[in-house]
């Protein structure tokens, strides 16, 4: 169009081109990276050109930029739509943001997520309530975008704070935690949402076998403990 009489719908064309250029989750297909920048690019083309030939999409523009600007869910280098920077290359895995000190909480969901069985027995379970406290629900969010997302990395920080200590007080993201004491918080916060424990314990458990033989008698006593992380000093 070379006017703005000539732009049908201009609010629908305008919402639609904000949505692919500004994504909040992309769930689509991790395959075709270079074809999906390409598109992007042409979204920024576009708006350029319509603000050029209408003041009145310019104004629109303003507003929806103003809107984003002052909403709580982008925050520091979610602003970041350099195209080649944020998109993920194919066959790289994607990366967790860290905006504080969950190091911790990233390097274990990573870990979950490579074993394939562990993550699609989790992605099948059936969730009751979807809330932001609900770690399952949390959990299975993180894996489909982790999964599905085009973007280089995704934040775990939804999955971090639905977790609360004794007091009921969320995690904070800027308190760094032991992992193997999480580990263990983790299996026990997330228990109660699962269809059943086995899911963990057949992927994780093991047992401690502790023998006592005497030397100079017949005497031999044996006690099995069952464990889900197992301590190895280097």
């Not at 984003?68 to 195209?83: E, L, T, V």
């Not at 870990?111 to 629900?137: H, P, T």
Request: net charge negative.
């Amino acid at each position: 169009p070379k006017t703005r009489n000539e732009i049908p719908d201009l609010d629908s064309l305008l919402d639609m081109t904000f949505n692919l250029i500004f994504p909040l989750n992309l769930e689509v297909s991790a395959e075709g990276n270079e074809g999906y920048s390409g598109i992007k690019k042409g979204g920024m083309d576009l708006l350029r050109a319509l603000c050029q030939i209408s003041p009145e999409c310019l104004c629109k523009c303003m507003e929806k930029l103003e809107s984003q600007f002052n909403s709580d869910w982008r925050k520091g280098n979610s602003w970041n739509i350099a195209i080649e920077s944020k998109i993920r290359r194919p066959g790289l895995p994607i990366g967790l943001e860290n905006p504080g000190a969950i190091c911790y909480l990233n390097s274990l969901m990573q870990q979950f997520f490579r074993i394939e069985s562990f993550r699609e027995r989790l992605l099948r379970e059936q969730v009751q309530e979807k809330s932001e406290e609900n770690i399952l629900y949390q959990l299975q969010a993180l894996f489909g975008s982790m999964l599905y997302s085009k973007q280089s990395t995704c934040s775990s920080s939804t999955l971090c704070t639905a977790f609360r200590d004794f007091e009921g007080k969320a995690f904070s993201l800027g308190e760094q935690r032991d992992v193997d004491e999480f580990f263990n918080i983790f299996f026990d916060k997330l228990e109660p949402y699962l269809s059943s424990s086995s899911i963990f314990k057949s992927h994780f458990q093991g047992f401690i076998s502790t023998e006592i033989i005497g030397k100079s008698c017949e005497h031999r006593s044996e006690r099995v403990e069952e464990f889900l992380s197992f301590p190895i000093i280097i």
